[in-house]
């Protein structure tokens, strides 16, 4: 791959994940956070998601190979061989769960409600 195709492909999705537009990074901060925000950030981060613990019950389930090599970077990264895959989608789904746990009673009481 050329250079140039390469940083291309590089801005784009540094475009795709920062909500940056085509003309310019309009929707970017202009200010930089703190150091000290950027370490509560992190820190908060590192306690939600990376965090290992002993799971009993385990169930397998297939996910894209794509986010299966992402996570495993990051696993293998930050888990120092304590954490496991598992681990992480566990820590990640429950933080959904809690944010949007309204969200989901909502939709399952009109989705129970549409069958009954």
């Known amino acids: 791959m050329k250079k140039g195709k390469a940083d291309n492909n590089v801005n784009g999705t540094v475009r795709d994940i920062s909500g940056a537009d085509d003309i310019g990074c309009s929707e970017l901060a202009t200010d930089k956070p703190s150091p000290k925000t950027i370490r509560t950030a992190l820190a908060d981060f590192i306690r939600k998601f990376l965090t290992p613990y002993k799971c009993e ?3 397998g389930v297939y996910i894209d190979k794509e986010l299966h090599q ?3 970077v990051i696993v293998g990264i ?14 990640v789904l429950k933080e959904h769960f809690e ?14 409600n549409k069958i009954f």
């Open 78 to 91: 930050a888990g120092k061989r304590q954490l496991t895959v598992g681990n992480y989608i566990d820590n």
């Open 57 to 59: 019950g385990r169930q």
């Open 99 to 112: 944010k949007h746990a309204d969200e989901v009673k909502t939709y399952l009481q009109k989705s129970y």
């Open 70 to 72: 992402k996570i495993s």
